[in-house]
């Protein structure tokens, strides 16, 4: 049992709502998942500045400063800007995105790369998922479009690297409540296909998977629909990338979901009592998702 929140804004005036607004939808899925957390959020200018390319790291006990000076130095002086984020060190630069991620892994032998993008800001760790919202400042984010998860561990160990969400690919990130049956078996047809993994968890292969299908030119519905003809198991998924917000449920939709839609914005969760506290919710459509039906929303 996990819990998932997912917030969507379409109006741009709830940008700068968005950490207080996904903070309280959190709130209200703790106890489904006390191991751990985690929260993609995209549009944030502190966590990634406008034009630059962020990279979200586990430091593995690296201080920031530390971190930053390495990475300047593999880029040639070009400037670098760390962010402390508590069990998350958040690193930006003015170079494109694979430039960044190719500097941070070339100057930080074995650190653990657990998101980065254009837009995209991953903060995750172990503990309770109030004190770690507090921890990163997640109330005080801003931007369109926000992630965020809370994990009872079933099929790996409680690590910050084994909480969601799972970004594997450019400005994209899933969440996962549930248990893929069949991981193991597409676990390594990728890593035959050359794929390297960070943890043990299972929604890992599914992120991967996703990642795979859109590198290969799929949309994110299109990516979801062959998850769904390819994995075994129980799951709902809330997966996003910069222009997309999808979620999609297993056979039998086994685990409990709930989706809330304004003009305003779209908003997902285990439970309906993470929606109550949106503004306009009160004039909401609310559906709970049919089984392997893909629900997407574009930016």
Known sequence: MCGIVGLHLREPSLYPRLGELLTGM?????????????????????????????????????????????????????????????????????????????????????????????????????????????????????????????????????????????????????????????????????VAAGMTFDSENDSEVGARFVAAQLASGYDLEKSLKLLCERFDGFYTLLVANRDSFAVVRDAIACKPAVVAETPQWVAMASEYRALAGLPGVESARIFEPEPEEVYAWQR
Not at 59 to 74: D, I, Q, S, W, Y
Not at 97 to 119: H, K, N, Q, W, Y
Request: charged share 15%.
């Open 26 to 190: 959190l709130s209200q899925v703790c106890e489904r998942g006390p191991d751990s957390a985690g929260m993609a959020v995209y549009g944030d200018p502190r966590w990634s500045p406008p034009g630059w390319a962020t990279v979200s790291v586990l430091p593995g006990g690296r201080p920031a400063e530390e971190l930053r000076a390495t990475v300047a130095a593999e880029l040639l002086g070009i400037d670098v800007a760390v962010v402390d984020a508590g069990q998350t060190v958040l690193v930006s630069a003015p170079t494109d995105v694979d430039a960044l991620v190719t500097a941070v892994r070339a100057s930080l032998p074995g650190i653990v790369v657990i998101g980065f993008g254009e837009d995209l800001a991953v903060l995750k760790g172990v503990g309770h998922p109030q004190l770690l919202a507090a921890e990163v400042g997640l109330a005080a984010a801003q931007g369109w479009q926000g992630v965020a998860h809370t994990r009872m561990a079933t099929e790996s160990a409680v690590t910050p690297q084994g909480s969601h969400p799972f970004s594997v690919g450019p400005d994209q990130c899933l969440v996962h409540n549930g248990s893929f049956a069949n991981h193991a078996t597409i676990r390594r047809e990728l």
